[in-house]
């Protein structure tokens, strides 16, 4: 079926059911392409607009499972639970590559940055508090183990020569080893 609606022009194609199954159509902002299952449920949502594209996916329930975009900041991926709850951030943007982890209730657990060419892999608690980072510079790696403040106690380097720094709860350090 092609139509012209009060937004603009369309096209539905249905199944042998007579299942609105591919649905193309224009709005104020951007084009859109829908696909249904057999339930009438759009799995699959392409669209564009200033931003720029994106491409939505959805499980049978009708749950947002996953979302790939690309707009003025980069590409990106997002996952998402059953629920809803965002799971995994993948994306560029000018600062450089990111891959974060959350939890159920969308506290980060986990991130991999690439930051102005300097990788770092950072840990983080159930109340989202850093508590081990790994960050490889010019100089050499570092790691860093964090209190449940998310403050850094206990530090481990290479640089010319290996390294080992322990702080108290302010930050001072009460033993270092070169």
Same mark, same amino acid.
């Given at each position: 079926q092609l139509y012209n609606g009060k937004d603009g022009p369309g096209l539905t194609l249905y199944d042998e059911n007579d299942n609105l199954r591919v649905w193309l159509y224009t709005d104020e902002d951007s084009p859109v392409v829908a696909l249904r299952d057999e339930n009438g449920v759009n799995r699959v949502w392409l669209c564009t607009d200033a931003d720029g594209p994106g491409l939505a996916l959805r499980d049978e329930n009708d749950n947002l499972?996953?979302?790939l975009c690309t707009d003025v900041d980069g590409p990106g991926l997002d996952l998402f639970d059953e629920n809803g709850n965002t799971r995994t951030e993948l994306y560029v943007d000018m600062d450089g590559p990111a891959l974060k982890l959350y939890d159920e209730n969308f506290i980060l657990r986990a991130g991999l940055v690439v930051f102005k060419? $300097?990788? %770092?892999?950072s840990l983080y608690d159930e109340n989202?508090? %850093?508590r081990a980072g790994l960050i $490889?510079?010019?100089n050499g790696p570092m790691l860093g183990l964090g209190d449940e403040n998310g403050k850094i106690r206990a530090g481990l380097a $290479?640089?010319?020569g290996p390294g080992l720094i322990l702080s108290d709860e302010s930050g001072t350090p009460i033993w270092s080893a070169p």
């Open positions: 499972r996953a979302w060419e $300097v990788p %770092s892999l989202g508090n %850093s $490889v510079t010019v $290479v640089f010319k």
